[in-house]
């Protein structure tokens, strides 16, 4: 069978762009992983409740497929909150809405408190972002500070939940801006969650934000009265 040239090397290209090479860890020395499967029937009547859930952290119990004793349903479209039966009951539906929702927003006791940079302690403006803008603005908050400008910053790695204390951060400074690669999202879930009104900086290129750009923009803001 034969292939065009111009595909082969298209393919090469993305499989040499998209490969970097990593050590492999000593499978010995990984932390043991124990989901602390259940082994015993845990309601009230001697039966297994495969949604009853642990008060602090919401979390349900897990059975080995096929333990004896602790079979139950899988599927389906929605589970009762305690028997994991099929269940269609509004009241039901709406509790395990609920139920789930909180469940993630309690990670966030487990996600580290966001830290910010701010020599001086007095800045006005704090310059926030997350993902791979990392680079691009903190390049441009070194040429703010080398210049005697004062800006603070911080860089989000969890964004669902977010951290406990961000809505504080954001709080703590007249001004808030949010560079992205995209139209926006960040800042419109900010906006939606805080009630802080970010300034957005968007681009929507393909290419990082320059250093330059970035610190312009910045200077603006903080030139602002």
């Known amino acids: 069978m034969r292939y065009r040239t111009p595909v082969i090397v298209l393919s090469d290209g993305y499989l040499a762009n998209g490969s970097e090479p990593w050590r492999l860890p000593e499978v010995a020395e990984l932390p043991v992983i124990d989901p602390g499967f259940a ?3 845990n309601g009230p009547d001697g039966e297994f409740l495969p949604y009853l859930r642990d008060e602090d952290t919401l979390a349900r119990p897990w059975a080995v497929p096929g333990t004896a004793g602790l079979e139950h349903r899988i599927g389906g479209i929605e589970k009762h909150a305690r028997t ?11 509790l395990m809405v609920r139920t789930r929702q909180a469940k993630v927003d309690a990670i966030a006791r487990d996600i580290p408190e966001l830290e910010v940079s701010d020599p001086t302690g007095d800045a006005d403006v704090l310059v926030l972002g ?4 990392y680079g691009s603005i903190t390049a441009a908050v070194r040429r703010i500070r080398r210049s005697g400008g004062r800006v603070a910053q911080a860089h989000l790695r969890h964004l669902n939940p977010f951290p406990a204390n961000l809505g504080a951060v954001l709080r703590s400074y007249d001004r808030v801006v949010v560079p992205e690669i995209n139209l926006g999202q960040l800042s419109l879930l900010l906006r939606g969650r805080f009630l802080v009104d970010v300034i957005g900086y968007n681009k929507v290129r393909g290419l990082p934000f320059k250093a330059e750009e970035l610190a312009d923009v910045l200077r603006e803001v903080i030139d602002r009265d």
């Open 39 to 41: 082994t015993e029937p």
């Open 130 to 133: 997350w993902g791979g803008t």
């Open 84 to 94: 994991g039966d099929i269940s269609y009951t509004p009241d039901n539906h709406d």
